[in-house]
């Protein structure tokens, strides 16, 4: 029954740290998953709710484990943060940003400009910034009191590190959220929008999309809301030990990529 509903995927969208590597290491698998979705030609997008690099820079990061995905297949969610602010502001549109590169370049393409100062803004967008200042925080802070959008790339509490888990944008996002009293407009998962977003981009109907991924409260849950299949991997932050106690049930747990791929081959394969 398994292997029935495995066969209705037509496209895949992975998730990438926790499903592809952890930190700079390979997860076993995944290099082989995702030469034999490019050779099959089976449609997928690789999705992640880290904001700090753009896609090229995960190209390259992939690379260097000898994972080849061009940068046109890497989603994240400064590009749908763009996508969504594109949607709902004037061409040009000045912005307040907290975050990294990934989230820079993703809003100066899309037109808008970034201003040094609150002054002028209309909107206030925070992603993860690892150099983050209390002058940040304050400008932030002011403008979103004095009436800008107050949008986020994504909510996670944490980032998992080999040091173990540091705060994510989601800390960040709390310190504005109890300096103002205002809650932000999440764009990542598990919002259905960005997941919704990529579904578009892969131009098939959500229900044959499958969304893969190693957390509960993101990848499983976002996936459910959007109305896709849902695949938890427990090669990254849950454990069999979370999932039995968790409330939230994907479609299918495999160990690891190369668990999936064993189990698409032979549904493809099977009559
Ligand atoms: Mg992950």
């Not at 066969?7 to 895949?12: A, D, I, L, R, T």
């Not at 009293?181 to 919002?191: D, F, L, N, Q, R």
């Not at 090669?235 to 299918?252: K, N, Q, R, W, Y």
Request: aromatic share 4%.
């Amino acid at each position: 029954m398994e292997k029935e509903r495995l066969k209705e995927v037509q496209g895949w969208i992975l998730d990438m740290d926790g499903v592809l590597y952890r930190d700079t290491q390979p997860i076993t698998g995944a290099k082989e998953l995702l030469e034999f979705l490019q050779e099959h030609r089976i449609p997928f997008l690789l999705l992640t709710n880290n904001s700090t690099l753009t896609p090229e820079q995960y190209e390259s990061k992939l690379a260097g484990m000898g994972i080849r995905v061009p940068a046109s297949r890497i989603l994240t969610s400064s590009l749908a943060t763009a996508a969504y602010l594109k949607e709902r502001l004037p061409a040009g549109a000045q912005l307040y940003v907290i975050g990294e590169d990934g989230l820079r370049q993703a809003l100066r393409q899309a037109g808008f400009r970034i201003m040094a100062s609150r002054d002028g803004c209309t909107a206030v967008v925070v992603g993860l910034d690892r150099s983050l200042t209390f002058a940040q925080l304050k400008e932030a802070a002011l403008a979103i009191r004095a009436g800008a959008a107050f949008i986020a790339t994504n909510a996670d509490r944490t980032l998992p590190t080999p040091e173990g888990e540091i705060p994510g944008n989601g800390a960040i996002l709390a310190a504005l959220e109890v300096a103002t009293g205002i809650s932000p407009v999440v764009v990542g998962k598990p919002e259905p929008r960005i997941l919704l977003w990529a579904v578009q981009q892969l131009g098939l109907p959500a229900q044959a999309v499958a969304c893969v991924g190693d957390r509960l409260e993101t990848d499983v849950v976002g996936g459910r809301r959007a109305g896709l299949l849902t695949v938890l991997l427990l090669c990254g932050v849950t454990t069999a030990e979370h999932l039995a106690s968790a409330s939230a049930a994907p479609d299918f747990v495999f160990p690891d990529p190369q668990a999936l791929l064993i189990a698409i081959a032979s549904a493809r394969s099977g009559s």
